[in-house]
């Protein structure tokens, strides 16, 4: 049995502004790679002896870039999926479910905005995880830390094994921590982050959503009913989809089902949410510099840089992100980047080139 992959594509990435913004968000550029982090997710799954073509799910202003980023690497989708409305991760997945081939069709759902280093090693543990998948188990996969980072959730896992592959049922999901939180659970151990990644069928995942927030599974049910479709986009019924409540697949359904495991996982993991992540993720220079774009620093260091369109020039400073592109330049200490959203929100309250979403 193939697998189908699942490419959630409807977050605008505003942590990453002003480069990513709601018409281009972060998943559609090239940031680690030659090829856009969008690109680089539906590429992990070409191999057809394993995967299926992917169905994506996205946002409608993105149609066209969508299909043209696929087109470029030689991927052509199942389906491209275009929500009228962000009713979050719960809703989208749900379409996904209700679109694929066969209602037992086993799905990999994944960000599109993830970084993974080791392809192989991930690809290997989805091979792993599939039997329990197959078997009715809603698998999640959690990334092993590196350290107490209080940016991302965390999954404890039970002592229990599902067979030999590493895989074991969960205990918990702990939302983002407090810093002395999130060191006592590593010192604990057997906690892992929780990366939104998911392998399951289709029709269990759709029988628990059902069961937990039937409003969302009806309405997931009258839109992809009456979609309207055009070539491969799925066009699902506005007013139906609309009425769906808005939670996220943790909340909706992972946190509360008793058929949840976790497959550990170290791959090289990241989700770019930050521009000092995106910074952790690149080869610095020897002064520990990240450096893109026109710009020129003399006797300076610890920076992060990205310049669009104009040249930066630094002297004799350190420890600084400096981002310009489309008219905007924001400048903040190393470290601070995860409160960008006040950053775009102030922008939005002068009228400036702010983005809504995350």
Known sequence: MTITPVILSGGSGTRLWPLSTTEKPKQFLALTDELTMFQLTAARCEDGSRFAPPIVVGNGRHAATIEAQLAEIGIAPDAVILEPAARNTAAAIALAALEVATPDALMLVMPSDHSIARCDVFLDAVGRAAPAARDGWLVTF??????????????????????????????????????????????????????????????????????????????????HGAAAREGLRVLPDEAAFSAAPSISVDCAVMERSDTVAVMPLGCGWSDIGSWDALADNSLPDPDGSVLRGDVIAHDSRNLVVRSEGVRIHLHGVSDLIVVASGGEIVIMPRGASQNMRAVVDAAKARGRRGDEGD
Do not use: H, Q
Request: a neutral charge; proline letters at 5%.
């Open 142 to 223: 959690g990334i092993e830390p590196s350290g107490p980072e209080t940016g991302y959730g965390y999954i404890e896992m039970n002592d229990v094994k599902l067979g030999d592959g590493g895989l074991a049922a969960v205990r918990r999901f702990v939302e983002k921590p407090e810093r002395e939180a999130a060191k006592a659970m590593l010192r604990r151990g057997g906690y892992v982050w929780n990366a939104g990644i998911f392998l399951m069928r289709a029709d269990r995942f759709l029988d628990a959503l059902e069961r937990y927030e039937p409003a969302v599974a009806e309405a997931a049910r009258k839109a």
